[in-house]
């Protein structure tokens, strides 16, 4: 099978054109060998990436321990890339993904970096989704012995922010605790956040559900700067610089909260062949 290797901000990805996978599709079992960093390519997920008759693009997104992901804001600019590279654009600098969270426009900026029109984020907790009652914003959880306050929303895939100073020995810790705490049924994705230069900035580190502390999440830094501007540590409108371990994304939040954008870069790392039968064989000799 042929693929493509790209990441943004470090968050990397195995991408291979729907054309391109074996009969039947990829299974989780071979997309999580594929992820696999000592035995597969490895990687946070793959991406499939399909032309619609629209002449826009698809997405579908596996997770690195086999699961499906509805969204994903890194790899969209990772898609759009490869699209354009592959000369699927015909010349437009803007064109529409479709995600699991619904069509998304996409533009290739000069230089390029890839901005998104992530739409209107979800905020009840029935659409996040999230169990119980009243709003999603500032929502203490007990989780063992420790109180975390969060703000939630759902961007395709849903979204617990804390700016609760937590420690990072602390975060290992809650990050797969909260990912599985009985309030999200879909399980969540945990940013731990922190607002710096009077809300302009925000340094941000994601639990991914499915994959684990990463470089970077294109929806975790959405949901930061929803969270801040929710909060009133960061003001809408304005350009709110994320920090992540793999460098910098630019959100701007609306002030009614109907539009976030999303803007950063994305890369080609290298294209190789790999075969799928030696890859299933050596997931059977590891057990």
Known sequence: MRFEKHEGLGNDFVVVDV???????????????????????????VLVVGRDAGAGLSMDVINADGSTSEMC???????????????????????TVRTGAGP????????????????????????IPMAGEGDSLDVPLDVGARRVRV???????PHATTFDPIDA????????AIELHPVFPARVNVGFATALDRGAAIDLTVWERGVG???????G????????????????????????PGGDLTITVAADL???????PARHVYSGDVELEALAASGERSR
Do not use: K, Y
Request: proline share 5%.
């Open 151 to 157: 703000t939630c929303c759902a961007l395709g895939n």
């Open 73 to 95: 804001g890194n790899g969209l600019r990772c898609v759009v890339r490869f699209a354009a590279a592959h000369g699927w654009l015909a010349g437009h600098a803007t064109t």
């Open 221 to 244: 830094a959405c949901a930061a700067a929803i969270a801040a501007v929710r909060t009133g540590r960061s003001a809408p409108d304005r350009p709110i610089v994320v920090h992540l």
């Open 104 to 127: 998304l426009a996409c533009t290739l900026l000069p230089g390029g970096e890839v901005e998104v029109d992530m739409g209107r984020p979800e905020l009840s907790r029935a659409r």
């Open 213 to 219: 502390f990463t470089q970077a999440c294109g929806t």
């Open 258 to 264: 109907a539009r976030v954008l999303m803007r950063g």
């Open 19 to 45: 054309a391109d996978l074996p009969a039947g599709g990829l299974s989780s079992e071979l997309a999580r060998r594929l992820c696999d960093r000592h035995r597969g390519v490895g990687a946070d997920g």
């Open 169 to 176: 020995g602390e975060r290992a810790a809650l990050g797969p």
